[in-house]
């Protein structure tokens, strides 16, 4: 199992920019495939993007154009580059890892606020 850390958040006003870090422990990296999600204020925790180790990324439409999500899996390491951001985008963001087989969580990090003014 991997232990998720994050790094990151922070306040922006609108249009500017975040990148969020996940570091992952663990010598199984690859076998992971790496999520982000988030959750607002009284609101459900909603997925963001995955990455696997190798292969296409998927995006939540709401953030398509506008997010990236990438990993160093040298550095077992994963991003979400957030751009053009909005105030729906507040929340705190987490980063998740499943196996590629599985379609459940094994693990999650603590969360990394992200603010955005209007």
């Known amino acids: 199992q991997v232990q998720l850390v994050e790094s990151g958040g922070g306040l922006v006003q609108a249009g500017g920019s975040l990148r969020l870090s996940c570091a992952a422990s663990g010598r199984t990296f690859s076998s992971y495939v790496m999520c982000w999600f988030r959750q607002a204020p009284g609101q459900e925790r909603d997925f963001v993007a995955a990455?696997?180790?190798?292969?296409?990324?998927y995006y939540a439409d709401s953030v398509k154009g506008r997010f990236t999500i990438s990993r160093d899996n040298a550095k077992n390491t994963a991003y979400l580059q957030m751009n053009s951001l909005k105030p729906e985008d507040t929340a705190v963001y987490y980063c998740a890892a499943r196996r590629s087989a599985s379609v459940e969580y094994e693990s999650w990090g603590q969360g990394t606020q992200g603010t955005v003014s209007s």
């Open positions: 990455v696997p180790w190798v292969g296409r990324t």
